[in-house]
């Protein structure tokens, strides 16, 4: 019985979860529209330009709304452990200090990642530009 009741609480958080991811994306989405044609229409900025500024906001927006809405209670839980962590002295630091520089490890790895996958894609498509250019 005690694992359906944790079953049930995990689907019903994971639901609950992805209706409000689902609101941010929309949410963006109309941010992103709305945003274009106002400064494509009545400020007369290149579409573009417009469409850049347009998905910087949007991006600031959703990270926010996702963050301090979607992913609240998420935050709540990892900011409790950390404290929890805390209150265990020196060891506490050293285990939020390794957690920290792992996730700068993560991040640096995804970076790097990203960028030889985009250099690969590059170096790939200026070969075929090259072979198209022989023939």
Request: one cysteine or more.
């Amino acid at each position: 019985m005690t694992e359906l009741r944790r079953l049930t609480a995990f689907v019903r958080d994971h639901l609950k979860r992805g209706f409000k991811y689902a609101c941010v994306g929309t949410s963006g989405f109309l941010i992103d529209v709305l945003l274009l044609y106002c400064l494509t229409q009545y400020a007369h900025i290149w579409y573009i330009l417009s469409e850049v500024i347009a998905t910087l906001v949007t991006f600031v927006t959703n990270y926010f709304f996702n963050t301090f809405w979607t992913y609240r209670d998420a935050m709540k839980k990892l900011e409790s452990s950390r404290q929890g962590r805390a209150k265990d002295g020196e060891k506490g630091q050293a285990l939020s200090q390794n957690a920290c520089a792992q996730d700068g490890f993560v991040i640096a790895a995804r970076i790097s990642n990203a960028t030889s996958s985009s250099i690969r894609l590059i170096k790939y498509s200026s070969s075929i530009e090259s072979s198209a250019r022989a023939k």
